[in-house]
């Protein structure tokens, strides 16, 4: 069964099927008459709101006369700062970058759908994916250069050698699984909340559909800190030298 196709796909599909099945093949898929989904078509929207953002931050960014826009802004900032210090140490910092794109893509991401017309990305399975493999790649990345390819490796064999036999299947299974934990988790969530979201509003156009996208609101604020929350603490076991 097809989804149905929202009015901001329709002309992609229309004037860019040949740009559609050319990523396709990148991946590996078969050519498709309509090669755009609504999912990938509403990420694009969100990478463009998100530059188009902050393109506006950075003209306004004044250290004397602050506007309401670079103050709410720099809220978050100071919230994602502030978490990444409690979660990895004194060097969460540095790692703010990945932290604050995550949790701010997701939360887009998770916000448009409440929008007439739109529909939340990460109530597709392949968009919490796409972000949990972002997350094991960079967390194991961090790791690995912070301290070094054998330091690292030994983290998975345990404190005592005599337990390499039995910590290391273990270690590798806890990593393996934690892109399907973060995937399922977001999903889930969000299909769910889409889905109840929409039931109500086809009964009635008063004050409980306005509750329901409320709770959507803020399942949608804290799946995203519990991804970025996540994220956090995976890197802090990576870069650990204590761990």
Known sequence: MHETELWITKPFNDYLPGAGNFF????????????????????????????????????????????????AFELVHQFVHGESEDAVGHDGPRYIAFFGTLFLFILVCNLIGIIPGFQSPTMIPAVPLGCALATFLYYNWMGLREQGVGKYLAHFAGPMPFLAPLMIPIELISHMARP??????????????EQVTLVFLSLTYFAIPALFMGLHVFVSLLQAYIFMLLAMMYVSGAVSHEH
């Open 24 to 71: 396709l093949k990148l991946v590996g898929l078969h050519s498709e008459p309509r090669p755009w989904a609504n999912f990938i078509v509403m990420q694009l929207l969100v990478a463009l709101i998100l530059i188009v953002l902050f393109a506006l931050l950075r003209r306004r960014l004044s250290v004397d006369r602050p506007g309401n826009f670079q103050h």
């Open 180 to 193: 399907l934990s973060l995937t399922v988790r977001l999903y889930a969530n969000m299909y769910a909340g």
